[in-house]
């Protein structure tokens, strides 16, 4: 019983941060109908900046105080919200209205060039990771819950909540889901569609960067492919939930990490990776328009 | 069917014709092979390891371009049915006999790889290609990781390690026998009706649906004939390096074949072979910069796409081989029944939405049917419920006697029942000759294999295709444009050849979704005549949607009137001109009143 009250607290903390990542891609998806392949790079990118940061300012890369990790996170929000609004500037808004198989190949062109991009400059080798001090574990009832995992999941819950109020109560949020319902009559209600779409890969980058930060922290280490598998598997996350839809994606990379929590835990933790992918075959099978998604019919 | 004679020995010698090239290429091969390959005073196995590399990567990447090019499909696990494969068959060949001197095992191996893969792109086709295009580019790619997963910890398939020593099956002259017959089978797919059908679906499914094409089917069938010639390049990749191993399998693998086939152009068979053999040679001379080589086609990719969106070639050839054609064998018409059309009490909702309410309406052959109705009515709704594109809520519809409850768009065309559309929907990218000739799709019977083998049917039916179109196009006045392709002509005739699209399936009953809509008056007059005299000709039943009064009253025969998806009049035009309902749906209450008082005071004094 603790051993299965464990790998839930694993799977909550590892589902928080698919979570975070599956969020810049329902949102992408929302409003452009776009599958942002360098969304995963971007979150690799946010620890990347992050190692960068913290191995400049404070002499010791590891474990410094927590003012220190919140500028370093903040940087690394920043640097990434602004390589998200480069990439669709330069790459995407160029294509918007092109067949989706342009804009798709092209996304994938941006996610293999900032891998290999990042591997030019980085060097492939991974790189120990500390901007998070791991602390020991705080024991509960039994069940370990270690210092990082309980700062993901805190700060995941705070990000979500606000997001929730950002999409849903502001006035932009209102826009994002206009265009996400029809852009053209959107742009005919006067909202600013080139905005609203910078403005979601910035929010969606803002949230991989920390992902990517929490990512980094929990598995010590940086290197320029990490962004790959995570990042399929909060797509898988996202249509799980139901692409487009902004609280299928929080609900479907929780499922996700339990999942393959429990799935490593019980069986063997090499075959974690297939996990994601059986899930994904199975809900395109049963409901393709995922747990909360809206089934979109193709008007004739 | 003759077994014996003429006609049988006719019949076998062409298709040993029909692989002339191949036959004639094999000689050569051995030959290149025996004198200069193998040749040790030439020190040339450095060359031909390249070269047979070429031979593997075309392989792949012709293959890949039937999903990815043709089809409009976009798979990124190549590399996944490649490992499948390559693996099956190096497990049979290590357990296999010690001599091989025929190669006849090597072949049964290689087939049995490639059957397994193009098993597996049955399994990861059918459940991804029922969707758009980007969920099967995840779930390919989530394939080829778990292919990998599943290899690297299997210790029967050599774990991490991989597989070593494969028996040294495959050489220069069989790789490349192999990557002509891939070309070839290619080719003839593609210039078939199938090839055609692949096309239809690149540009528009629910068009292709409506001229009777089974998307999905024809989505499963290239993913799986493109994932068999995968197998095979795997096969032959184990048996001519002699080890296999997952590393060489990764997502990057995938990702370099799907850049031969984007740079190349999307449904380009020689520039999928030109692209694969320069992407091959290049990293060879680009060994100084090895580090930039993907950095180097990532950005070529996103380079083309911005500004060659269809690749270098587009869908055109550098050259066109053995283009012939020969005689025909007409497949014949079904037979009219009574009512062509039978719907009875058909209602559809779309969630609290009433969109067509207790609809009922039969069509008998021959027969000039309008639906007229003011905007929002549910007119094209009801067409989309004759079509199969909705299924109705409640109420049976019956299209030549059979219900058609559960039958794909596709299968009511098929019936007899072809339409157009409201936004036209024509194949774009295509010439208008072959849009006519997808509209011919279902009415051919060969078989992939015998648009493969190049079979007398097939040449008999492509040249009855060929004239059909030809007429068809004559009778719509668009001879004149057989070649330019549909996006470019003017929205007077894309509707024409819009219709003659739709004739072309044979149809008994024509849907006529707003033929008239923005065109000028003389065209409007020109347009009932075609109208007119397409059912003369053709014999079909016609139901038109319009709004222009003025055709609709010359041309129909009998009228339907729909408001708020309730059918509130039907009857002969003249009836429905002084129909106080109709009026008033079209014209407001007010209006009706004023109108019924002229009548009565009309009326009145005698």
């Known amino acids: 019983m603790i051993d299965f009250l464990q790998r839930l607290v694993d799977g909550v903390s590892l589902g928080a941060i698919y979570a975070l990542i599956a969020l810049g891609y329902t949102m992408v998806y929302g409003v452009l109908q776009l599958i942002n392949f360098a969304h995963g790079d971007v979150f690799m990118l946010g620890a990347m900046m992050g190692w960068y940061a913290s191995s400049v300012w404070t002499s010791e890369?590891?474990?410094?105080?927590?003012?220190?990790?919140?500028?370093?996170?903040?940087?690394?929000?920043?640097?990434?919200?602004?390589?998200?609004?480069?990439?669709?500037?330069?790459?995407?808004?160029?294509?918007?209205?092109?067949?989706?198989?342009?804009?798709?190949?092209?996304?994938?062109?941006?996610?293999?060039?900032?891998?290999?991009?990042?591997?030019?400059?980085?060097?492939?080798?991974?790189?120990?990771?500390?901007?998070?001090?791991?602390?020991?574990?705080?024991?509960?009832?039994?069940?370990?819950?270690?210092?990082?995992?309980?700062?993901?999941?805190?700060?995941?819950?705070?990000?979500?909540?606000?997001?929730?109020?950002?999409?849903?109560?502001?006035?932009?949020?209102?826009?994002?889901?206009?265009?996400?319902?029809?852009?053209?009559?959107?742009?005919?209600?006067?909202?600013?569609?080139?905005?609203?779409?910078?403005?979601?890969?910035?929010?969606?980058?803002?949230?991989?960067?920390?992902?990517?930060?929490?990512?980094?922290?929990?598995?010590?280490?940086?290197?320029?492919?990490?962004?790959?598998?995570?990042?399929?598997?909060?797509?898988?996350?996202?249509?799980?939930?139901?692409?487009?839809?902004?609280?299928?994606?929080?609900?479907?990379?929780?499922?996700?990490?339990?999942?393959?929590?429990?799935?490593?835990?019980?069986?063997?933790?090499?075959?974690r990776d297939a996990v994601a992918f059986g899930i994904l075959i199975l809900i395109l099978l049963v409901k393709p328009s995922g747990l909360l998604g809206r089934g979109a019919a193709e008007k004739v | 069917m003759p077994f014996f004679g003429g006609s049988a020995l006719k019949r076998t010698g062409k298709a040993v014709r029909s692989w002339l090239p191949f036959f004639i290429a094999i000689p050569f091969l051995v030959l290149i092979e025996q004198g200069i390959a193998l040749n040790p005073a030439l020190r040339l196995e450095y060359v031909f390891q390249n070269i047979n590399h070429i031979g593997i990567a075309i392989i792949l990447a012709v293959s890949l371009n039937l999903v990815n090019g043709l089809t409009g499909q976009f798979s990124i696990g190549h590399a996944g049915f490649m490992a499948v494969g390559g693996y099956v068959s190096a497990v049979m060949l290590m357990r296999g006999p010690q001599e091989d001197?025929?190669?006849?095992?090597?072949?049964?191996?290689?087939?049995?790889?490639?059957?397994?893969?193009?098993?597996?792109?049955?399994?990861?086709?059918?459940?991804?290609?029922?969707?758009?295009?980007?969920?099967?580019?995840i779930v390919t790619l989530g394939f080829g990781e778990i292919i990998r997963v599943i290899i690297e910890n299997t210790p029967f398939f050599g774990g991490a390690i991989g597989l070593s020593p494969i028996p040294h099956r495959a050489d220069f002259a069989w790789i490349w026998a192999v990557a002509i017959v891939t070309i070839l089978v290619a080719k003839r797919l593609r210039d078939s009706t199938h090839g055609r059908a692949f096309l239809s679906v690149r540009e528009d499914e629910v068009a292709a649906e409506a001229m009777g094409i089974d998307t999905t089917g024809y989505k499963v069938r290239a993913f799986v004939i493109s994932a068999f010639f995968a197998g095979v390049a795997g096969a032959l990749s184990g048996a001519f390096e002699g080890n296999l191993a997952p590393q060489s399998f990764t997502f990057v693998r995938s990702f370099e074949v799907v850049a031969m086939v984007v740079l190349g152009g999307m449904g380009s068979i020689t520039g999928s072979t030109i692209a694969a053999a320069v992407l091959t040679i290049l990293p060879e001379y680009l060994r100084a910069v090895a580090n930039l080589r993907m950095v180097i086609y990532s950005i070529a990719l996103i380079a083309l796409m911005l500004l060659r969106p269809r690749g270098l070639l587009g869908t055109r050839e550098v050259w066109d081989w053995w283009r012939k054609r020969r005689p025909p064998r007409a497949p014949g018409r079904r037979e009219a029944s009574e009512a062509l059309i039978d719907v009875r009490h058909a209602t559809i909702r779309f969630g609290g939405l009433t969109a067509v309410c207790d609809f009922s309406l039969e069509v008998r052959p021959r027969e000039l049917v309008a639906l007229i109705g003011p905007n929002g009515a549910g007119k094209t709704t009801v067409f989309n419920l004759l079509t199969g594109v909705y299924p109705p809520s409640e109420g049976t519809i019956k299209v030549l006697g059979r219900d058609t409850r559960g039958l794909a768009p596709h299968a009511i065309a098929h019936l007899g029942c072809a339409r157009t559309f409201q936004n036209i929907r024509l194949f774009r990218e295509l010439t208008a000759f072959d849009n006519v000739r997808i509209g011919c799709h279902h009415l051919t019977h060969e078989s992939m294999a015998a648009a493969v083998r190049q079979g007398e049917l097939s040449d008999q039916e492509e040249k009855w295709v060929a004239e059909r179109t030809e007429e068809l196009l004559e009778i719509m006045g668009l001879t004149h444009r057989r070649d330019e392709l549909a996006k470019n002509l003017p929205y007077g005739e894309q509707r024409r050849l819009e219709i003659a699209r739709a004739l072309a399936t044979g149809p008994q009953v024509l849907l006529l979704d707003e033929p008239a809509a923005g065109t000028n008056t003389r065209e409007k007059t020109e347009l009932m005549a075609l109208i007119r005299s397409i059912r003369d000709r053709f014999g079909v039943a016609i139901v038109l949607i319009e709004h222009d009064m003025k055709l609709v009253m010359g041309v129909s025969e009998r009228i339907l009137v729909l408001d708020h998806g309730v059918t509130i009049a039907e009857g002969l035009p003249r009836e429905i001109q002084s129909n106080a309902k109709v009026i008033e749906a079209y014209l407001g209450e007010k209006y009706a009143k004023e109108h019924a008082a002229q009548i009565a005071a009309a009326g009145s004094p005698r």
Not at chain 1, 95 to 122: D, H, K
């Open chain 2, 101 to 137: 001197p025929y190669r006849i095992f090597f072949v049964v191996a290689m087939l049995t790889g490639a059957l397994a893969a193009a098993l597996a792109g049955w399994l990861v086709g059918k459940p991804s290609l029922r969707l758009r295009g980007d969920y099967l580019a």
């Open chain 1, 61 to 271: 890369s590891r474990n410094p105080s927590i003012a220190g990790a919140l500028a370093v996170t903040l940087f690394s929000m920043l640097a990434c919200a602004a390589v998200g609004l480069l990439i669709e500037r330069l790459a995407y808004r160029p294509l918007r209205g092109s067949p989706r198989l342009n804009t798709l190949i092209t996304a994938i062109g941006v996610s293999f060039f900032l891998e290999y991009g990042g591997q030019l400059l980085f060097g492939p080798n991974p790189r120990a990771f500390g901007v998070l001090p791991h602390r020991a574990s705080s024991v509960v009832a039994g069940i370990s819950i270690g210092y990082v995992d309980l700062v993901t999941i805190l700060t995941s819950v705070v990000l979500m909540i606000v997001l929730q109020r950002i999409v849903f109560h502001t006035r932009i949020g209102t826009a994002m889901r206009a265009v996400s319902w029809n852009p053209s009559v959107a742009a005919l209600m006067g909202v600013n569609i080139d905005l609203v779409i910078s403005f979601t890969f910035g929010l969606g980058s803002l949230l991989a960067a920390v992902a990517g930060i929490l990512y980094a922290s929990k598995y010590p280490s940086v290197h320029p492919l990490m962004g790959l598998m995570p990042g399929l598997k909060a797509f898988v996350a996202a249509v799980l939930g139901g692409i487009g839809n902004v609280p299928g994606a929080m609900l479907g990379g929780l499922l996700l990490g339990l999942a393959e929590q429990l799935v490593s835990g019980y069986t063997s933790s090499s075959w």
